[in-house]
């Protein structure tokens, strides 16, 4: 079930899903699902920073917790990165202004790169 290089720990009903109990990373990453009861859900774990994988059984309301957490941490990751997008356009942008003050582009640079043929 689990890939040979990943170490595999069974956790019982004590590890809270707010963190790895391996590492305390807040990035668990729920991989499959199973319904045990009306409220009761078992769950496979994984910590993508220390590769733990862990089974324990959770309830529902603590599973739509999870769910809340990781929608935010998303929204975090999805922030940085486009702010990180925007920072390197800005660096870009701000090169190419300054090739072009400079008259070190031309309009070769922009032409279509010719394949030599081989004998």
Do not use: K, N
Not at 1 to 6: G, I, L
Not at 80 to 107: H, K, N, P, T
């Amino acid at each position: 079930m689990y890939p040979d290089s990943v170490c595999t720990r069974p956790y019982g009903l004590s590890v809270a899903l707010s963190e790895c109990p391996s590492c305390g990373s807040d990035f668990l990453q729920p991989l499959r699902c199973e319904a045990q009861s009306d409220d009761a859900v078992l769950v496979d774990l994984r910590c993508p920073d220390c590769h733990v994988w862990m089974q324990a059984s959770y309830t529902r309301a603590a599973m739509r917790e999870l769910d809340d957490r990781q929608s935010m941490l998303r929204e975090s990751i999805i922030a940085a990165y486009e702010s990180s997008v925007v920072e390197a356009m800005e660096a870009l942008a701000a090169c190419l202004g300054e090739a072009l003050e400079r008259d070190l582009i031309g309009a070769d640079d922009f032409a279509p790169r010719r394949v030599a043929r081989q004998a």
